[in-house]
Every structure is written in structure tokens, then in C-alpha cells.
């Protein structure tokens, strides 16, 4: 069994960082495709970032792209450091794990987290 956990959401102030962890336990012997996906009330879940388990490349959503950042340990944990905040970023953010190449799409992930609030304000 696989098991996400993601901590490090909060409220913070518009132009403000924040850093989400995402600890993966179980089956670590496995070589995961990694992501973060956020969902915001009323609207449609929304990829986030991804890395490949060899972190030879990373994605980025277009309204993230310099602003947010994606990295993973040798445990394959991964960590989204999130940077100048605005308050269209609040949502519950989730991280998921893919035994395949998922990239940024939700419907090839295999293992996902609780999730995290984050909440901006202006």
C-alpha cells in the first residue's frame, strides 16, 4: 500500500511564500512520477506541478510557472515551494504519486494525498 500525506498549507498574506510537503510511504521501492494538483470550491481540479522519480525534468501549469517550484528527495518525497501568493491560489492542494509517466494528467495518477488548505488573502 501507498500512502501520501501532504502538511505545511496555511493562511497567508498575497505576495507571501508558502512550502507544501508531501511525504510518501509504503511501496517506496517503486520508482513514482510525482505531482501536485489543487482543487478550489466551484471549480474544476487544476494540475499543479509534476517530476519524474529521475527529476530529469519538471511541468508547471502556465499561472504558476515562476512563482512556484517542485523538487523530491531520495525517499521520494516531494515539495512544492509556492512564492509571491495571490489570492487566486487558495484551494486544497494534493499530491499524487504514478506508477507510469502521468505528466499533468489527473486521470493516470495512482496514489493522492488528503490534502492541504492554503488560503491568500489580499
Known amino acids: 500500500q501507498v500512502q501520501l500525506v501532504e502538511s505545511g498549507g496555511g493562511l497567508v498574506q498575497a505576495g507571501d511564500s508558502l512550502r507544501l510537503s508531501c511525504t510518501l510511504s509504503g511501496r517506496t521501492s517503486s520508482r513514482y512520477f510525482l505531482g501536485w494538483f489543487r482543487h478550489a470550491p466551484g471549480k474544476e481540479h487544476e494540475f499543479v506541478a509534476a517530476i519524474p522519480w529521475s527529476a530529469s525534468s519538471r511541468l508547471y501549469a502556465d499561472s504558476v510557472k515562476g512563482r512556484f517550484t517542485i523538487s523530491k528527495d531520495n525517499a521520494q518525497n516531494t515539495y512544492l515551494q509556492m512564492n509571491a501568493l495571490k489570492p487566486e491560489d487558495t484551494a486544497v492542494y494534493y499530491c499524487?504519486?504514478?506508477?507510469?509517466?502521468?505528466?499533468?494528467?489527473?486521470?493516470?495518477?495512482?496514489?493522492w494525498g488528503q490534502g492541504t488548505q492554503v488560503t491568500v488573502s489580499s
Open positions: 499524487a504519486a504514478a506508477t507510469g509517466w502521468a505528466g499533468s494528467v489527473y486521470e493516470r495518477y495512482d496514489y
